[in-house]
Structures are given as structure tokens and as C-alpha cells.
């Protein structure tokens, strides 16, 4: 594919005009916007958006004692600082994982949960790492025992839920879910230069679409022509599905990661799913997607597109097989179609991009990011 080289625009020292946009491309920018975009309360958690359920949520991602041995919370591996992940190509339970900690940034927007979807709402798959024997390795019982219990949580809970801790161990775990989803979904990634930029670009501001460094908008252009927003879609950067770009998946000799082949097996089978009865949803609408989710050959290989906003510092895919962003865009350069492992129609090729053109890429995918605010202490959950 000839990805048009942009003009003779590499003049240092010159004030910068922006590039020249068609409409086609201006209409392709603005799809990615607005940030933020507004956020829909998940009807399956009767406790989403609750200002007290998110400050249980708080406490609970940062205790330790939702684990066996007292030793290992949410923000173990969920670092703040870290963009909500932990910088290691795989995760660190109490052995290694198969998979790289993902970012919870803007995870309230996401409709599949975890490389291979094997959750379908953000409570449900909360509870997957707390019982999970090689992560927190913990049981309904242990963590119903801590919310009755525990002065500090028991009233934490009742005033999200609106009632004493009470039903059975299991109804207590999935309420312990539901906290720390609305918890999670408040973590809302930074506005960036990317976002300034198609906001002036709309509006007609040329001098503020001017700051946008030239590296970058040549960048754009390459992501627009390489069509990566076919998965990279919308203000997220990523249409909330799988796909493959033959990335390595083997786990160990002679074992391979299936993906979402076996993400749909695991959703099919958990008591937890939005089909099961902790669903608050009474409407049933919210279930709709899992019922008519069908189990197909292609899923073989296929994991979930990340979002490319504030993806941190790597390493990146969903076993940090690529350790910085230079090396994800040198895959997309050189990748061979005939690695891919889905038998899906394959939607990316080798874009054969030159130094020039890797580096402006890599400089569009750097704007996606931005410092984000400082964060503060939850408050007290009983004031
Ligand atoms: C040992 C490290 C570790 C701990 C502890 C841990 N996680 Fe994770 N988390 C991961 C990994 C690895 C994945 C990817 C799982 C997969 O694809 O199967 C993940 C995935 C997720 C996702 C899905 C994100 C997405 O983009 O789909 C959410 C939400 C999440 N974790 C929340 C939590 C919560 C809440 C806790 C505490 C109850 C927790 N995690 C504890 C490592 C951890
Ligand atoms: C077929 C859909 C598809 C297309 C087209 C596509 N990607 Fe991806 N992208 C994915 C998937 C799926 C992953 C994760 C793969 C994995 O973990 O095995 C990914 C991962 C990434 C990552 C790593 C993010 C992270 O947090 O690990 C970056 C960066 C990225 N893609 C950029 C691009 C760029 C730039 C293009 C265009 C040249 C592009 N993608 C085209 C589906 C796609």
C-alpha cells in the first residue's frame, strides 16, 4: 500500500501550519472524539455510579485480606502509578502468569472483559482474580466473613447497598464485585494532545490544531491509511472485540493460548455471567450481547483489542511479547499474513513503512497519552 508520504513538511524552526486534511480524513479524526466521552451506568450492577458504593469499591481494590494469605490486593498488580497495570510482560501471582496485567483505564466502557473475554461485566470479572488459586486464591466465605465482620466495611456496605451485610457468602462476594466495578469505572484516562488537536481541528482553530507536533499528524495519517481504526475504533481506540495480528502464543512448549476460544467456553460456564441470576438487570437487555455470542473456529488465537489511550510504557499485546511501542509498530511494518492464527479474514498486512514513517507513527501513538491528574486517599468509608 503506498502510504503517501506527507510533503515536504520536515522544515524545523518554521511555524507549523497543520497538515492539509480532507473530509474524509477530518470525518475519520472525529470519530475518536470527544473525550471523555459520556459514560452509560451499567444496569447489571444495581450499585454503578452509587458515590458510596465507589468508595467501598476504593477500599476494597487496596485489601490485602480479599486474599488467602492477607497478602496480595487488587492494586498489587493494578498500579495507579503504573496506568492501572504493572509494567511486567506477564503478570506476578503467586506464580507467573500466562498473561500482562491490563490497564483499567476507561474499563467502565468496555463491553468484554480480560484478553479473552471470559467476563461479559466488570463485576463479573472482578471476581475472577479473588478466586482464582493463583492470584488472590480466595473463596466466597472469606471475603463474606471480612464484609460482616470488619466494623469499617460492614458500614462501608451498608451504606452503598442500603442494608447490613446479609444472604449468603456467594450474593456477598458478587455485592463485593459490584463495589469495586463502580469503583472502576470512575477511572477515566486524561485528556491529551491528540484530543486538543481533533477538537481544534472541528472547530476550525488552526493556530491551537497548529500545536499539534507535525511528527504526530503524519502519524494520524498512517493510522487512518493503515485503516488500524478497523479495531482501534471510536474515542477508546479499540471496538471493544478480538482480533489476531499474529502475535506468538505459545504459553510453553507444546501449549498455546487459545484466546477467545476459550474466553467464550469459560463466559458459557460461569455462574457469574449476565445470563446467571446476579444479574440486576431485570429487563434482561443487558444480556442480549452473551446470549447470542457464538463459539466460533476464527476465535482460535483472537484476544481483545487493547485501547490505545494511556497505554503506559509497556511492554504491550497480551503476553508483552513487544517491549516498547517502537517494536509493536516494526510488527505492524513486518508482520506476515500467513502467521496469523485466526482463520479469520486477515485485516492487517505488512505495511512496509519506512524509518521516517515508523517513527511519526510511533509519535501519533505517544499523543494518545498524557499525565494524569494526581490521585487522593479514598475517603473514610463510615465518616
Ligand atoms: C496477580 C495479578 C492480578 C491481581 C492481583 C488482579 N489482577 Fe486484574 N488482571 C490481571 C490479569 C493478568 C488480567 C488479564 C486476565 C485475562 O486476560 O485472563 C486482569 C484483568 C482484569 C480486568 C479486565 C480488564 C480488561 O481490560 O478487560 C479487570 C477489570 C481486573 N483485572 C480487575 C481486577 C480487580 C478488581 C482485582 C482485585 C479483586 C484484580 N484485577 C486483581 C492481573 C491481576
Ligand atoms: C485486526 C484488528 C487490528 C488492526 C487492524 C490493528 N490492530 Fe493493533 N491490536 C489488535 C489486537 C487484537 C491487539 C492485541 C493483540 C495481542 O495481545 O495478541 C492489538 C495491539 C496493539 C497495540 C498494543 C496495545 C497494548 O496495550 O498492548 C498497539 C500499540 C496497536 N495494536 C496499534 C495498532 C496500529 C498502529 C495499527 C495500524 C497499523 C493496528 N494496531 C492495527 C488489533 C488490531
Known amino acids: 500500500m503506498a502510504l503517501a508520504a506527507s510533503g515536504a513538511l520536515t522544515a524545523p524552526a518554521i511555524a507549523q501550519t497543520p497538515l492539509q486534511w480532507s473530509d474524509d480524513k477530518v470525518k475519520a479524526i472525529a470519530r475518536h472524539g470527544p473525550w471523555p466521552p459520556p459514560l452509560s451506568r451499567d444496569p447489571s450492577n444495581r450499585v454503578a455510579g452509587s458515590p458510596n458504593a465507589i468508595v467501598l469499591g476504593e477500599h476494597l ?27 511486567r510482560a506477564k503478570a506476578m501471582g503467586r506464580s507467573e502468569l500466562d498473561r500482562r496485567t491490563p490497564s483499567l483505564w476507561n474499563v467502565g466502557h468496555a463491553h ?39 466494623k469499617a466495611l460492614a458500614c462501608g456496605y451498608e451504606r452503598a447497598f442500603g442494608e447490613k451485610p446479609g444472604g ?26 491528540f484530543d486538543a488537536f481533533r477538537d481544534a481541528l472541528l472547530s476550525g482553530d488552526r493556530e491551537a490544531a497548529a500545536r ?3 511528527a504526530a499528524q503524519r502519524g494520524l495519517k498512517i493510522f487512518i491509511e493503515a485503516n488500524c481504526a478497523a479495531c482501534h475504533f471510536g474515542p477508546r481506540f479499540t471496538n471493544g472485540e478480538f ?39 431485570v429487563s434482561g437487555a443487558s444480556a442480549l450481547r452473551t446470549k447470542h455470542v457464538q463459539r466460533l473456529h476464527s476465535n482460535f488465537g483472537e484476544f481483545r483489542v487493547p485501547s490505545l489511550r494511556q497505554t503506559g510504557s509497556g511492554p504491550f499485546m497480551h503476553n508483552g511479547h513487544l517491549a516498547t511501542l517502537e517494536d509493536v509498530v516494526k510488527h505492524y511494518s513486518e508482520v506476515n499474513p500467513d502467521r496469523l ?41 463510615c465518616p
Not at 502475535?247 to 507444546?254: D, E, H, S, Y
Request: glycine fraction near 8%; aromatic fraction near 8%.
Open 61 to 87: 481494590f487496596n485489601e490485602p485480606r480479599l486474599s488467602a494469605d492477607g497478602a496480595m490486593s487488587c492494586a498489587t498488580c493494578h498500579i495507579a502509578a503504573r496506568d492501572w497495570g504493572d509494567g
Open 112 to 150: 468484554w472483559f480480560g484478553w479473552d473475554g471470559a467476563g461479559d461485566s466488570l463485576w463479573a470479572q472482578s471476581i475472577r482474580p479473588i478466586l482464582d488459586p493463583r492470584e488472590m486464591a480466595s473463596d466466597a466465605a472469606r471475603v463474606a466473613g471480612l464484609l460482616r465482620e470488619d
Open 168 to 193: 449468603g457468602d456467594e450474593k456477598l462476594l458478587v455485592d463485593a464485585a459490584k463495589a469495586l466495578a463502580a469503583f472502576q469505572a470512575t477511572l477515566i484516562s486524561p485528556r491529551t494532545p
Open 212 to 214: 499539534y507536533p507535525l
Open 243 to 281: 482480533g489476531d495480528v499474529g502475535i506468538p502464543f505459545f504459553t510453553r512448549p507444546g501449549e498455546v493460548d487459545a484466546g477467545r476460544l476459550d474466553g467464550l467456553a469459560k463466559l458459557a460456564n460461569s455462574t457469574f455471567n449476565l445470563l446467571g441470576r446476579y444479574n440486576d438487570d
Open 341 to 381: 492464527h485466526s482463520d479469520a479474514i486477515p485485516l492487517v498486512r505488512p505495511l512496509a513503512l519506512s524509518a521516517e514513517q515508523s517513527a511519526d507513527l510511533v509519535a501519533f501513538l505517544r499523543t494518545l497519552s498524557a499525565e494524569p491528574p494526581p490521585r487522593h486517599a479514598p475517603p473514610p468509608l
